[in-house]
């Protein structure tokens, strides 16, 4: 039979070009030689590449002369046999043979597999005179540069992390391990940038908790015991337990520092702690914390609780009870003192009329304003206890006499020195003049002291020992320079006038799971959160609910507030010192440390003997 070759070029709009040549021959040749019957112009095909022929049966026989394989029907082959009418595929380098039969004989269509233009098919051929030709393959080529990555990015900064593990400052030149680093330190930790293993003690170990706990064992402390912090967060849910699993098999445990401490983002401030952070616990924390006595929280705005204060129970001692009560309740405090906001903050009484004769000396407006007793302290953040001498005796003077230009004044704070000033004042071996600290209209002591007559300071030594008592009596009793002000325990047993003071203690923050800065709010009135000006009583507890602060403050993602809040302006995270259940760790380590100084000294005794019989003996040898 007939072999036609059918050759089908494409152009490069798309046109296939069909051409046809028939081939009267039992054998005909397939390579890139234009002579063969079927030339393929590829430089994957060998010049004589392979002979078809036709056999007895009908058949038609491939069969490689070249030694180069081809395929048929996608397998590779040296040689194979098929036949037209069921048709079949070759393959050779870019090109594909359609085999079939017709009746005008054996038809054998080629065509490239995609098509190229003849400059394309140039440039292919000129490859053969440049470099490619001397490169490696691209499986060794891909291999060595993952070889190059590897010892670039990998090898390289774990020689230089072990070479310089342990120095404390290293030089000023390139180390390969910053490589990893995803990003400047923060400012709170930038001085450790030339550190790197300060932080990162173990190759390829995440930071561990204790090793922040190196430099901030006095200011962090755990939120509350480490269990119960678990148990409020509440098990992870949906992929959150893929995730919580990995991070376990892998050594990192729920709670670490660096989950909300996060480095390397920049050389500016920490973020500040998302209010979702807080609010995962705090948001239903009783379903999973059934045993707490905390509120449900989770946005200032929308779902707080009313402060709670920590109120003065008793006033006195170094740490005096307190409770927390919410100011729903309306509580009060005495702290000892006896003081009426309403008297001193007055524009038209006779404290205002006083303020406005010594204004030109202490610098007093038309009447006393909250500046003019309270001073801020150094940083603003709260206020400094009001002082007798700095704060008071401007007006409440306890001058009782004047001698020689200088004014002698009773001890503030020392009810048994002025008892004793007193005394000694009647028992003077001058004449002495008698006082009027009571609840007669007190004078400032001055020369007209000095136009008293002799007869008058006879009367007072004749009888000294009652007038003292006497002033002894009214300096205490209503009207008194310290009753007016001050809670007075009564005498012991009659006849006495040992009279004392109950003692005085001024809180200086109530909310101590709270942080609030008055330096923050200086372009407020006092009178905006504390009304003090129609407070009566000194027991009112003049502190601003939550609905005075949510005029400004509202939730993190408050619209219409004017100062959208986090949790984490009012909150600090770390539980401080005074946390209760701290307290008794602190108090358990003590009593440890206690037990194992005295094993330690009960051990030395022994030794103590022993030296002490090895003197004698020595002694007794000589």
Sequence with gaps: MTFIVRQIAVTADGREIIRSNPFDQLEIGVGRNAENPIHLPD????????????????????????????????????SATVHPSKGAELGFGGHVIAVSEDPEGIILTVKRVEALSDSAEARSEGSLYTLKGL????????????????????????????????????????????????????????????????????????VRDKTCMNCHEDDAHDHAKPDRLLTARGDPEGFAKVGAAFAAAFNKPRGRCVECHTEHEGAGAMQATAQKFCADCHDGLDNRLVDTKLENAADFGESHPQFRPAVLIRPGGKNPPRKRISLDEEPTEYNGLKFPHDL????????AQMGRR?????????????????TPDPKGVRFEPVDMKDNCSMCHSLAFDEIGGTVRTLRHGEPGQVRADLRAYYRSTGPSRPINLGGMKRRRPGATNDNR?????????????????????????????????????????????????KPVTQTDRYMH??????????????????????????????????????????????????????CAMCHD?????????????????????????????????????LKVKIRKRKIASR
């Design 43 to 78: 430089l994957a095909v060998n010049p004589d590449h392979a002979v078809i022929r036709q056999l007895d049966d009908g058949q038609i026989q491939i069969e490689s002369n070249s030694g180069q394989r081809f395929t048929v029907d996608g397998r590779s082959k040296m």
């Design 135 to 206: 490169l490696p393959g691209k499986r060794i080529s891909a291999w060595g540069f993952v070889a190059l990555a590897l010892a670039a990015f990998l090898i390289w900064p774990i020689y230089t992390w072990a070479t310089y593990r342990g120095v404390e400052e290293r030089p000023d030149q390139f180390h390969a391990d910053t490589m990893w680093t995803s990003g400047a330190l923060s400012e709170a930790h930038h001085s450790l940038e030339g550190d790197c293993q300060a932080c990162h003690v173990d190759a390829f170990v995440s």
């Design 344 to 351: 001193h903050l007055s524009k038209t009484g006779g404290v």
């Design 358 to 374: 010594l204004g030109s000396k202490y610098d007093f407006g038309p009447s006393l304003v909250c500046k003019d007793c309270h």
């Design 453 to 501: 007559v002799a007869s008058d300071y006879a009367r007072a030594v004749k009888f000294r020992p009652s007038r003292a008592n006497l002033a002894i009596s009214q300096v205490f009793s209503r009207g008194g320079a310290c009753f007016d002000c001050h809670g007075v325990t009564p005498p012991s047993s009659r006849g006495k006038v040992d009279y004392g003071i």
């Design 513 to 566: 799971k709270g942080w609030f800065s008055h330096e923050a709010h200086n372009d407020e009135q006092c009178s905006s959160c504390h009304n003090a000006e129609t407070s009566d009583d000194a027991r009112d507890l003049l502190l601003p609910g939550i609905k005075t602060c949510r005029e400004c403050h509202g939730g993190e993602f408050a619209k219409t507030a004017d100062v959208p809040s986090t």
């Design 573 to 609: 995270y770390h539980a401080d010192d005074g946390a209760p259940w701290l307290i008794k760790e602190q108090q358990k380590d003590k009593q440890k440390k206690t037990e194992r100084a005295a094993n330690e000294n009960s051990l030395r005794k022994p030794d103590q003997k």
